[in-house]
């Protein structure tokens, strides 16, 4: 630990709001492992919509509209988070750690000191680790990796064999366990015909390579200017963000008017129209609502073509380990579309909440 400063960079969350709410330190206190920890020196961390959300409190009941990135008039503190928990100030966010275990905790294991890591985000109660209850999301509901230094509980990092440099590493996590998760949740297996929103974006860009690893037949749904970036992605059909006549794109594109699943990151005024799409016996599945979480639903659609609705949160503790063997086989690739330094934060920030990126944002300490 004599090699490590006592004090370090850090983004800092003071509270709900804009992005005057994140502040840039040059001396914030080094973290120090707990018993079960290990210290990660971080090389970079990737940038999700729950970093946004989280620090707008989009995540609180008492918002009903799509996610802006911009600040709400009145939340309530204790559901403003993605995990179980309320949120406490100050709060370093950041969950896509990857970097180097530079010191362990007394109860942790020493031999991951010196290896490259990547973080699982869901951080567990270990004696009880499939109760949803209990999990709480790291950079949320504790500090995680927009600093140059973090602490989290040494079964919740991997190692990672690979030539993959850290920035393409810190795309992974996040958004593609909650797209292994959702995939899982609905059942979806080889020959399964899946549409897939916001294909452009991080969980999109990685349902896409997930599901083709499945051997479903994938549909990615996003707007005109990112279909060359989408395509690189090998999905079966590309149709627009929302096209006025879904069924008609649809049969155009594959011969077929209906789907067996919809993975759904957007939700908002579309949704009835995706509905209406999913064959019978079919799922859907969201695990993010970015166009609005209130929702139009006739029931008799759920009900008379027998489907089957999934929300997607806590993942199962092996899909992160699931992860980390395709990302070593090379089933899957990261989608990287820029990195900015640590005291660029905000302006990597505006990049995200812009969306005119494919992939993922990255930001390096």
């Known amino acids: 630990m004599t090699d490590i400063p006592k004090s370090m960079n850090a983004i800092v969350l003071t509270g709900h709001g804009g992005l005057d709410k994140l502040e840039y330190h040059d001396d914030w206190p080094t973290p120090q492992p707990g018993a079960h920890q290990v210290l990660i020196k971080v090389h970079a961390t990737g940038m999700n919509n729950t970093d946004v959300n989280t620090r707008s409190g989009w995540y609180s009941k008492d918002v009903t509209e799509a996610t802006t990135g911009g600040a709400y008039d009145a939340i309530t503190d204790d559901d403003g988070t993605w995990g179980g928990s309320g949120i406490t100030f100050p709060r370093i966010q950041g969950a896509d750690v990857c970097g180097t275990v530079v010191a362990a905790g ?19 109660d270990w004696d009880d ?11 949320s509901e504790l500090d995680g990796g927009f ?23 810190a795309t992974f996590s996040c958004s593609y366990t909650t797209a292994e998760g959702m995939l899982s949740r609905a059942g979806v297996k080889s020959g399964d015909r899946v549409l897939i929103t916001g294909a452009s974006g991080g969980v999109g860009s990685a349902l896409i390579q997930l599901a ?44 077929d008017d209906k789907v067996d699943v919809v993975a759904d990151i957007v939700a908002g005024p579309y949704f009835p129209t995706l ?16 166009a609005g979480p209130i929702v139009d639903l006739d029931v008799r659609t759920l009900y008379l073509q027998d489907l089957t609705f999934h929300g997607s949160t806590v993942v199962e503790p092996h899909i992160f380990r699931d992860l980390i063997t395709y990302i070593e086989a090379g ?11 640590l005291k660029d934060f905000h302006a990597a920030q505006e990049a995200f909440i812009a969306k005119k990126h494919t992939g993922n944002i990255v930001v390096i300490p």
């Open 212 to 255: 083709n690893r499945r051997g479903a037949t994938t549909i990615a749904m996003a707007s005109a200017a990112k279909h060359a970036d989408v395509a690189a992605l090998n999905p079966a059909h590309i149709l627009d963000r929302a096209p006025d006549d879904l069924a008609a794109a649809l049969y155009d594109a594959t011969g």
């Open 331 to 341: 089933e899957i690739r990261p989608i990287l579309a820029a990195t900015f330094p």
């Open 147 to 169: 600093a140059e230094y973090c602490v989290i509980d040494f079964r919740n990092v991997g190692a990672v064999d690979t030539d993959l440099k850290d920035a393409e590493l």
């Open 275 to 290: 509905i209406e799409q999913i064959a019978r016996g079919g799922h859907y599945v969201t695990s993010g609502a970015i």
């Open 106 to 124: 007394s109860n942790a294991d020493q031999t991951l000191i010196g290896k490259r890591v990547i973080t699982d985000n869901w951080v567990r």
């Open 129 to 139: 680790p499939l109760n949803r209850d209990k999990a709480r999301y790291y950079g």
